[in-house]
């Protein structure tokens, strides 16, 4: 390959990817291309890696009369069922999407059943009777970056 060839390459890599979620409720994220993705598991519809972070994409049918105010502590105890039961909420602050969608964005410190220490930041949004919840998780201490949860758009 030439340079120019390589240089082309290279720049493509480093480009952003959308997610698309084609079921109800239908989004589309833009995914930092230093992820790379794998195949989800348990109730993700996305899962991805970088070192030392994951991302997962969760959506889940709402109970009736579910309220996102109380999405912290949903998903505090989702990540107590999946971990070793040691989960501190750092923060949750009501906000909204770019669209003005409602949203929860959450800060949470726990321990996976490996006894890996996470710093998970979460952003969760419920649309059309779903939870959407995108969490990017770090064992390095600091909070992942969650910029690319302003790209979350709904179709």
């Known amino acids: 390959l030439s340079p120019k060839e390589i240089e082309t390459q290279l720049a493509e890599m480093e480009k952003p990817f959308n997610f698309d979620h084609t079921e109800q409720p239908a989004f589309s994220i833009q995914i930092p291309s230093e992820y790379y993705e794998r195949a989800p598991y348990d109730d993700n519809v996305f899962n991805a890696h970088k070192a030392f972070n994951s991302l997962t994409i969760r959506v889940n049918k709402l109970e009736e009369g579910a309220d996102l105010s109380k999405a912290a502590d949903t998903y505090t105890a989702y990540l107590t069922s999946i971990g070793q039961g040691a989960v501190e909420l750092e923060q949750a602050t009501e906000t909204q999407l770019?669209?003005?969608?409602?949203?929860?964005?959450?800060?949470?410190?726990?321990?996976?059943?490996?006894?890996?220490?996470?710093?998970?930041?979460?952003?969760?949004?419920?649309?059309?009777?779903?939870?959407?919840?995108?969490?990017?998780?770090?064992?390095?201490?600091?909070?992942?970056?969650?910029?690319?949860?302003?790209?979350?758009?709904?179709?």
């Open 98 to 155: 770019p669209d003005g969608t409602p949203a929860i964005d959450l800060v949470v410190k726990w321990v996976t059943k490996v006894h890996m220490a996470q710093t998970t930041q979460a952003l969760i949004v419920h649309k059309e009777g779903f939870a959407i919840t995108i969490g990017a998780h770090t064992e390095q201490g600091s909070l992942p970056n969650k910029a690319f949860f302003d790209t979350l758009t709904f179709k």
